[in-house]
């Protein structure tokens, strides 16, 4: 780039020859070489004959300017043969042709007084300018000028020449009328630090008087870059009527680099620069290596993406250096179908687009961060690549209008992702779906859930973790308003710490519940809180039908630990799930629900369906102002006992123990003797002890002992209790197959004293 700005500086004070085209006509000159432009028969020099002699002279860079005023708008209509190929360092300046308005600052109010028209050559090849040499000669500048209907280019440059362009209008007449060439508008090859518009640089090399340029209707792209490094595209308007209000597309690309580290709008220390990229036949931006800036622009109808990149990017910025994407015919944002490793994504709105918001396709550590993606056609964020961060995007809402993406918000099939500090909503399908890939993290989102509490939930499950993915962390998240919560197909996921139908609160009385269940588990081996594992529980409320839901074949073995499922800490009363707090169904096996505070369900604490499956261990809970029995097997009401305890059925229907007597042996201890009938093959079997205040369903688990058999004897068991009143309850476990509790027994121990804390043995 500072080989650019030396060249600028060049081309604006440092003039070897100057000629002023006069004429119209498209004539050779008469003398090349002799340093005068002129042409006997028409008495005058021409922008032909201009450029010959330019390329004759000897060294220097040329100004070529323009006294053309006879036609108001001049048009130079090129016939015969193309004009000369550049071989000499030029400035081809038509801002000083008669009547232009320099002082404009829109390029809309800046029609060139002057235009090339190639509508007369024959071929495919022939351009309106056309530069060929290498080396220190390798520089033109371009003024205002306007170039239309070409068979080829308007502007080419080969062979590591750099070009100056700006004010120009290339493939648009002064009336705004499409008059496209039918190649690109300016191809440029190896043309390092060449300059299309407004320069974006530094505060010490100002940038007074440059508007960008209009490069419309042509037959291909709008920009070719081929190879080369550092060109710099800024304000120009690129498939756009000269006002930029309308369509005139380009056949291709707005722009298409295969060379890398482009400045394309915007650098971080501007706020003005950005291009307008619209209604061109393909993508906006396309770009096949790296290292481009693409910052500030508005990509707005183009029929492929918006911008479809390769190799590692910046796409806008911190601050005012976003891009406008919308609307556009597939993705908005489409990365890596080669790579996009190292690419970063920041602060744009993305809106609008006929695909995905934004396609990450490969490449390692890209980051999405601050952008808003709302209302396209399918997922906000679909994500492939590996170990990529996904933050603070607002996905589904334009601050507080509703912009739902029409799939999902975010869809992860990459492994080692993290997703944090998101809000997703109004998704038409689930908030985060993690289809695939191993060893994401779920962190720290908002899914359906907004500061002011609205209703903003997405249409299916807040957060999705399908068959074929595998140790997904789902942490820290508030997931409410959708219609279920949490889902989990597969295996390996841990739920860590969410508030799921709490709302923004856990000590408020409001909340978000999701319409149907809190947490719906039809995979295996899955954590739903684990606290001893590093697993904090989770806060399971306000669901409009169950909190938590295990089913389906297969769905065996998850873990479901420490978790508040209904209710709320803090004190604050009601708020518990519509129906069960947990609900097991479908064949479900072998899981174990223990440590959980189950409160202020309108069902029952947990409950296993006629269809469940056996050996699920369902003990050591906290059971309070459930509307249904604490444990309920067959979800039918209180199971009666029968005789040997053949019965089939959810857990085997494991006969409840009896109590048939009770002793208190001093304060707090009770001797309890036990009778129970059962099939089981192997003794000792676990006998669980509760305890509450009413003789209600309220059970607060205080010890867990050892039955030792054989079945259908009496057995006494010393417990510890905490209170010296209340009512006593017991639970079997045998081999994994919980049984209900059995009815309350009230009891009574010598008053428990209140503990010495503070005796030290010297009080006396």
Known sequence: MVLAGILVMWAESSIAAGFTVTSSADVSDSNVGDGVCMNLSVTACTLRAAIEESNATAFGLDEISFNVTAMGTSTITVLGSPLPTITSPMIINATTASGYNSAATDIANAPPRVYL???????SDADGLRVFESGSNAFLSVRALGIINFPDNGIELDNNARLDADRCWIGVTATGTAAGNDGDGIRLSLPDGSIIGRRSIPESQPDEGRLGNIISNNGEHGIYVLGGDGVVIGGNRIGTSPDGSSAAGNGGSGIHLDGPNSIIGNRNSDTALGN???WNAVDGIYSFAGGQQIRGNTIIGNGGAGLNLNGGNVVGADGNHGNLIADNGSDGIRLGEITAAGTEVRHNLISGNGGRGIHVLNGDNVLIHGNSLVANDADGLR???????VSENDIGALGVIPGGNAFNGIALFGSGNTVTGNRVYFGLDDGIDVFDGDGNHIDGNWVGVNPPGDEVGNSAAGIRVRGAASNTLIENNLVGNNEYGVVLQGGGTSVCGNQIGAGLSINSAGGSGNTLDGVYVTGANNIIGFELAGCPGNVISGNERHGLIIGGLGADGNTVFDNRIGG???????????????????????????????????????ALSASAGVNNTLYANHFFENAGLAVDLGDDGVTANDAGDVDEGPNRLQNTPAITALLATGPGVLQVTLHLDTAAATFPVQIHFYVNDDGGNDAEWIATEMYGGPSGTNDDVVISVPYSSGWLMVQATEVGNSSELSAPMPFGTPPIPEPDVFKDGFED
């Open 383 to 389: 994500f492939d690549a590996d170990n990529g961060t």
């Open 568 to 606: 709320r800490p803090g004190g604050a009363v009601g708020h518990g799930n519509a129906h069960h707090g947990v609900l097991i169904l479908l064949n479900a096996a072998a899981n174990f629900v223990q440590r959980n505070d189950l409160q202020y369900n309108l069902g029952g604490g947990i």
């Open 276 to 278: 307008t990229i619209n």
């Open 117 to 123: 028209d190639g509508q007369f050559l024959g071929g």
